[in-house]
């Protein structure tokens, strides 16, 4: 079991959990409260597809990893995809959304788009699409996958490092999109979260100016998915409990990687 839960970063999918909730205009009620899991759902087959799609890659840089470590066959792993995918859209569809465009997403990009240059914008264009599937939500859904393109943009050092040219415009994106929360929340505790949301995640990419290593670049990813349960808290109007995530997540985190 702890082999899969590595393979889909578990505590990493409850920061997908507040995505349906800033998307949506009135607190999630009656069949909409599976709109959450669907978006978990949907997060765990992404993250066990991109294993399967890396298997080879992760043999040489990451060896540890369930697959290449041979704790779990690559069979097994896309077959893990395939059933939470399938979960992801059978429980947007019993919440009386379509989770199709948003499970074809994460499939291109990780199977076509990860490791050309529209791969941040691929990720970001999914994330963006798990706000849309809480309702119409165009601003809240920008500054999610800002945010994401970040984040993915500076993933891409997690092995090798990154150059500071790259760190310093993921601090501007992160600075960006804490001001407009900031500015569309209007909310003392929506600029509140907002703040934090810039401390946290700018201070952890703002070292990797400094120091472009993997190390650092490692810190800030974590950082950066974590940090995206304050702006999610900053973004939505109904969801000021989503900020409870992030301890949890975080001391999580310290058993499984969410990276």
Known sequence: MRSYLELVRAPAALTALGDTLVGSAAPLRGRRLLLPAASAALYWAGMALNDWADRDL????????????????????????????????????????????????????????????AGPLAMAACRGLDVLLGGRAPLPAALVALHTLGVTALSRGEVHGT?????????????????????????????????AYAVSVGRAQWAVVGDPSAARVRA???????????????????GAAIALVLPLARALSRKVGPT
């Not at 069979?75 to 939470?84: E, I, K």
């Not at 150059?163 to 505790?189: E, H, I, N, Y």
């Not at 800030?220 to 109904?238: E, F, N, P």
């Open 163 to 195: 150059s500071p040219a790259v760190a310093k415009a993921v601090v501007g994106g992160t600075a960006v999109t804490a001001v407009a929360a900031s500015a569309g929340g209007g909310r003392p505790a929506a600029v509140a979260a907002a703040a």
């Open 58 to 117: 992760d043999a040489a840089e990451r060896p540890e990893r369930p697959i290449p470590s041979g704790r779990i066959s690559p069979d097994a792993a896309l077959a893990t995809a395939v059933g939470l995918t399938a979960a992801g859209i059978g429980l947007a569809a019993a919440a009386g959304r379509n989770a199709v465009p948003l499970a074809v997403a994460v499939w291109a990009y990780d199977t076509v788009l990860k490791s050309t240059p």
């Open 220 to 238: 800030a990813t974590k950082a950066g998915i974590h940090g995206l349960v304050l702006l999610q808290s900053a973004l939505a109007r109904h």
